[in-house]
């Protein structure tokens, strides 16, 4: 991927390249005819002043990068490069002929809308008009229409290139970060829809159960029983959150939704009885159950809630309603709903929830049984090519078609020199060419291999050589065709070999053929523009295409990116608050009938971890939460202590540490704590915190794991420390002691 995308620069580097060396050959050649019609030292002076303006105008103005083609500066340079393509045409009316093409391409760049293609036609037309003088033969002026035509599509799409590639970069960019919103959304809906609801339960049913000890300790024993299940269910959700969409089953959230709304004192009645569901109606159902449930435990005060589940003609309908609701309450009570909207339309069905006037609060989705095939909404790909794909290839055929033209008017032109055999073979050789270049060496997906490359070239080559054999003549031909073939046919070096010698070989043509030296030097020009242009063009193209279909790699990546920075705060922040639930829930079971006042004070502690878990939900699906390093401290001490480990804490003041510093220590004091009660058989365990000016370090050491157990069990949270640690040009390290103890060790320099 990497090299794709070093291709838009390399890109914009070849079209800079090319137009220097284009430009650089049409202001040559005119300056050629300069010194052939009559080489003075004021003919010389003055001719070279215009020709050197001409090209610093369309080098360090029109064709510039970030250059403003609406301003004043642009239109004053405008107006002044029409005066140095017009005024010196009576002076020198041969060696000006090629010099429109710069003011058309120009007034293309500059001029809005429709103006500019009119100025376009005037200034091919107006060339055309200023020969009229001097040469009266119809083909002839034809040829100096095209030339002015093919030359301004040539300036125009040299500089406009660059500028499309660099805006198809910014395109994808937002493409890429599109895909990232759509992630973020799709996480928060899924962190609300999943995590909320257990997270709820668990508070509520914690509150249950410290009623309930010392009174009816069967009841809270089931209560604990059932806490446990929903804290290990969740733990599975945030892994299922973090990677893809979990599926949810129907049947456990009626089960739930029956355990939870009783344990709160709701009197339930469900009644479901539809048909078979597709996994993806099934999930939005349980979705919808889960979320309505969910929010009539957060937001209401109801006594009765009445679940239906019906299905009818393909179709399948939830209904929960419940009495909380008082009169005029708002139906919308936060983002649930919006997300429960979105997933229901998603598959073609719809949500209602409203108040009614008797203070009953009803949810309404209706979904198919079976719903439509779902759509890859992540390929960014659109039906057509993109606008600069488009234009690369339009003006590639417009300029092919436009050289084609112009060697076919100077074959006709020179008719009575070449005859009709000679005519006949001329176009036969142009328009086989264009075909051949067209159909096939511009394509970007035609692959083929090296005979059939050679095979190619070898027929581009009796179509430029051949009619010069027969016709006697050099001009009815385009030698760079097959110069721009093979630098993009053949391998690098081998490829501008052959461009070097068709194009000097173009040379000896002309001389064989006993032209002057004027003539020569504008049939080895000619050929290397040609050449180039054909190359230039296809290369961008071809480069266009690439970029284009690397849009949604690089969104991918970036999606990808995002997702491991979910995972890395879910597994950071929900994991621990998970496994502090399981374990205190584990300990207030056992401490239940031995010792109900320290099982109540457990259960206050898993109220707070839960009420603080909930939180952490939201957080995590917005950005990334501060930790605070004192209440981590308090936290660890408290779980160590709940799990009989015994803890020595010794830490430095560090109310000087950067805010960044103190949030990344904050994160290995949690994970650490985190993985010594999941993995460890501990029964000590230190926290030592030591600052100086220049280092901050933080140990972790317990001496509860043999170093082969540790190695196994560590999973990933290490791996996401470590990226942290580092992200500040710290590091950090895990791994046995001499004294027989398991230590994990960061170190953050306070440069």
């Known amino acids: 991927m990497s090299s794709r995308l070093e291709r838009s620069s390399v890109s914009r580097r070849l079209a800079y390249l090319v137009i220097s060396v284009v430009f650089a050959n049409f202001l040559a050649n005119a300056f050629s005819y300069v010194l052939y019609a009559g080489a003075t030292p004021v003919r010389i002076a003055s001719s070279l002043a215009c020709l050197l303006a001409i090209g610093y105008l369309q080098l360090r103005v029109f064709s510039r990068p970030g250059t403003n083609l609406r301003s004043t ?63 009266s033969e119809v083909s002839l002026l034809i040829y100096y229409v095209l030339t002015s035509v093919v030359a301004g599509l040539v300036v125009y799409g040299l500089s406009r290139l660059p500028s499309l590639v660099k805006q198809l970069e910014t395109v994808r960019s937002e493409l890429a970060e599109l895909a990232v919103s759509q992630e973020r959304l799709r996480f928060a809906r899924d962190l609300h829809d999943l995590l909320g609801f257990s997270l709820s339960a668990i508070t509520l049913k914690v509150e249950l159960a410290r009623k309930l000890i010392g009174e009816r300790t069967d009841r809270a024993l089931a209560e604990l029983a059932d806490i446990l299940g929903i804290a290990r269910e969740a733990l599975t959700d945030v892994r299922a959150v973090a990677s893809s969409y979990r599926e949810l089953s129907l049947t456990d959230e009626i089960e739930s939704a029956r355990s ?18 597709s996994p993806r109606s099934r999930t939005v159902l349980a979705t919808v159950l889960r979320e309505g449930v969910t929010n009539l435990l957060r937001h209401s005060e109801a006594s009765r809630c009445s679940i239906r589940i019906t299905g009818v003609s393909g179709a399948v309908s939830i209904d929960i309603v419940n009495d909380g609701a008082p009169v005029g309450a708002e139906a919308d ?92 073979v001329a176009v036969a050789g142009i328009a086989g060419s264009a075909g051949l270049v067209l159909g096939v060496v511009s394509r970007p997906h035609v692959d083929m291999n090296m005979p059939r490359r050679c095979a190619l070239l070898a027929a581009l080559a009796v179509c430029v050589y051949v009619p010069q054999l027969v016709a006697g003549n050099a001009y009815i031909v385009l030698p760079g065709f097959l110069a721009g073939s093979a630098a993009l046919l053949l391998p690098r070096v081998s490829g501008w070999a052959v461009f070097a010698v068709v194009v000097i070989g173009q040379g000896f043509i002309y001389d064989a053929l006993a032209y002057n030296a004027v003539d020569i030097t504008y049939g080895v020009m000619s050929t290397i523009n040609h050449g180039l242009v054909l190359y230039a063009l296809t290369r961008l193209r071809s480069m266009v295409n690439e970029l284009h279909e690397a849009r949604e790699e690089l969104a991918t990546a970036a999606v990808t990116q995002e997702r491991l920075r979910f995972a890395r705060d879910l597994h950071d922040l929900l994991g621990y608050s998970l496994s502090a639930i399981t374990l205190k829930s584990e300990l207030t079971h056992r401490l239940v009938t031995i010792d109900p006042g320290r099982a109540r004070q457990e259960l206050t502690e898993v109220l707070e971890i839960s009420r603080q878990a909930l939180a952490d939900v939201r957080s995590v699906a917005l950005s990334y939460r501060e930790l605070s390093f004192d209440e981590e401290t308090q936290s660890a001490q408290a779980l160590l202590s709940a799990a009989d480990i015994e803890v020595v804490v010794r830490i430095d003041r560090c109310d000087q540490l950067p805010k960044d510093v103190k949030i990344t220590l904050a994160t290995v004091l949690r994970e650490g704590v985190t993985n010594l009660l999941r993995h460890s058989k501990a029964e000590r365990c230190e926290i030592l915190l030591s600052s100086s000016p220049s280092l901050v370090t933080m140990d972790i050491v317990n001496d509860g794991i043999p170093a082969t157990e540790r190695k196994s069990r560590d999973g990933s949270g290490i791996g996401n420390l470590t990226t942290r640690v580092r992200a500040l040009g710290g590091d950090l390290h895990a791994g046995l002691t001499p004294e027989h103890t398991y230590r994990l060790r960061a170190e953050i320099p306070l440069s």
Do not use: C
Not at 260 to 277: F, K, M, N, R, S
Not at 403 to 423: K, Q
């Open 73 to 135: 500066k642009a239109y004053l340079s405008l107006g002044a490069m029409a005066l140095l393509v017009f005024v010196p045409v009576p002076f020198f009316p041969n060696a000006w002929s090629g010099m429109p093409g710069f003011l058309a391409g120009s007034a293309l760049l500059v001029l809005p809308g429709r103006v500019r293609w009119l100025a376009f036609g005037v200034v091919a037309l107006a060339n055309a008009a200023t020969k009229a003088e001097y040469r």
């Open 260 to 277: 939870v709304l009783t344990a709160a004192g709701v009197t339930t009645t469900i009644e479901a009885d539809h048909q078979e569901l």
């Open 333 to 424: 009570r936060g983002s649930g709903l919006t997300n429960l909207a979105t997933r229901t339309t998603a598959i073609g069905g719809s949500l209602l929830a409203q108040t009614s006037a008797d203070g009953t609060y009803r949810l309404h989705a209706e979904v198919p049984a079976e719903p439509a095939p779902e759509q890859q909404a992540s390929d960014p790909r659109p039906a057509s090519p993109p606008m600069a794909t488009r234009f690369a290839q339009v003006l590639l055929w417009a300029v092919v078609a436009g050289y084609s033209l112009s060697a076919v008017a100077l074959a006709v032109f020179v008719y009575n020199l070449i005859g009709p055999l000679g005519l006949a």
